[in-house]
């Protein structure tokens, strides 16, 4: 059984600033790319950010300059430092991983089960 944790999320004000984490856990035998995605309430869920397993990035244009992702490979953690926020954040941000599996060695997607992000004044 694969798991992802999300934690950080949270109320912050305009031009604040959220730290959200993730940790991939169980039966891994390696993790390829992890990511960020998010919804917004009536919006189709979107790719904020995502690394490669050798530390390549790739952002979406409304976060760049912004946001930036790391990953920690020992601890199978990947985070998003989120700068400067904006109203248009807020959202449901979700942590994936392309990853194989130990044990049968099958290859997917798993996903976090979200954490809200909401900038408010």
């Known amino acids: 059984q694969v798991q992802l944790v999300e934690s950080g999320g949270g109320l912050v004000q305009p031009g604040g600033s959220l730290r959200l984490s993730c940790a991939a856990s169980?039966?891994?035998?390696?993790?390829?790319?992890m990511g960020w995605y998010r919804q917004a309430p009536g919006k189709q869920r979107e790719l904020v950010a995502a690394i490669t397993s050798g530390g390549s990035t790739n952002y979406a244009d409304s976060v760049k300059g912004r946001f930036t992702i790391s990953r920690d490979n020992a601890k199978n953690t990947v985070y998003l430092q989120m700068n400067s926020l904006k109203p248009e954040d807020t959202a449901v941000y979700y942590c994936n991983a392309d990853l194989r599996r130990g044990g049968d060695y099958l290859r997917g997607d798993y996903w976090g089960q979200g954490t809200q992000v909401t900038v408010s004044s």
């Open positions: 169980g039966r891994i035998f390696s993790i390829y790319s």
